[in-house]
């Protein structure tokens, strides 16, 4: 059964508002969804089960999804895997489990963010304005839009990331820390920064989100990730990227 919900507070009426899908087989946490993005500028598409989402997707546009981990007939991870296939649209992943494999098996599969159940109405909203301000632009733009270190090349216009002139499949989470590591390289940044300038939210205390998408960067472009030369932990303090030639 397909529901739709839209919202008409809008603060421009020239504003066309923000389509967002959102598939979850629990009515509450449709509601409470609804509830947290109803006097923004969005129009939701809300569905019950992964089927309904893939089906939703092909027939409309949407410039963000939020899709449950555990629905009927598809899962979220499949659904994240057969959009991500195919597009860059943002994904929030909904999870009532944390663990750390299920972190990292979203961000395999392209998730851009993940929230656990259960969560806050003002949680939600603000990751669904940070994910939207960075699609829009906000992030990084004061930064060059190519970043060469050594023999990696960060190019941020074609989103194309090339290792010894080989290019390197990154989830847009990921290039977006790794662009903002390399347009700063030798800083070093601790994990609240992180959230601020690539998630475009506040940090929230509880949540590996950065060590895990730094674990999945380390994998792609290091040649041992367990002795990291690119990107190094500084201990007690954060994360940088190296500096210099060839690594």
């Known amino acids: 059964m397909r529901l739709l919900n839209r919202t008409s507070n809008r603060q421009d ?32 598409t809300t569905v019950s089960n992964g089927l309904e989402a893939l089906k939703m997707y092909q027939e409309g546009t949407f410039e963000l999804l939020i899709l449950d981990v555990m629905m009927p007939y598809v899962d979220g991870f499949s659904v994240t895997e057969r959009i991500r296939a195919r597009s860059d649209v943002p994904i929030i992943i909904l999870t009532a489990r944390d663990g750390t494999d299920d972190v990292v098996h979203g961000f395999e599969l392209g998730a851009d963010d993940y929230i656990t159940k259960p969560f806050r109405a003002a949680e939600l909203l603000a990751r669904v304005e940070a994910i939207l301000r960075r699609v829009e632009g906000y992030q990084h733009r004061k930064a060059p839009p190519i970043v060469r270190i050594g023999d990696l090349e960060i190019d941020e216009p074609r989103h194309r990331v090339l290792l010894a002139g080989e290019e390197i499949n990154l989830t847009p989470m990921e290039f977006e820390l790794l662009y903002f590591l390399a347009a700063n390289a030798g800083q070093v940044f601790d994990r609240e920064v992180l959230f601020r300038e690539v998630w475009g939210y506040e940090y929230v205390g509880q949540t590996n989100l950065v060590d895990v998408c730094v674990r999945r960067l380390r994998e792609k472009i290091e040649e041992q990730p367990s ?21």
């Not at 066309?16 to 509450?28: E, G, T, W």
């Open 13 to 44: 009426d020239s504003t066309p508002p923000r389509s967002i899908l959102v598939a979850d087989d629990d009515p509450a946490i449709l509601r409470l969804v609804e509830v947290a993005l109803s006097n923004q500028r969005y129009e939701l």
């Open 227 to 247: 002795k990291p030369r690119r990107i190094l932990t500084v201990r007690g303090v954060g994360y940088k990227l190296a500096e210099g030639g060839k690594l």
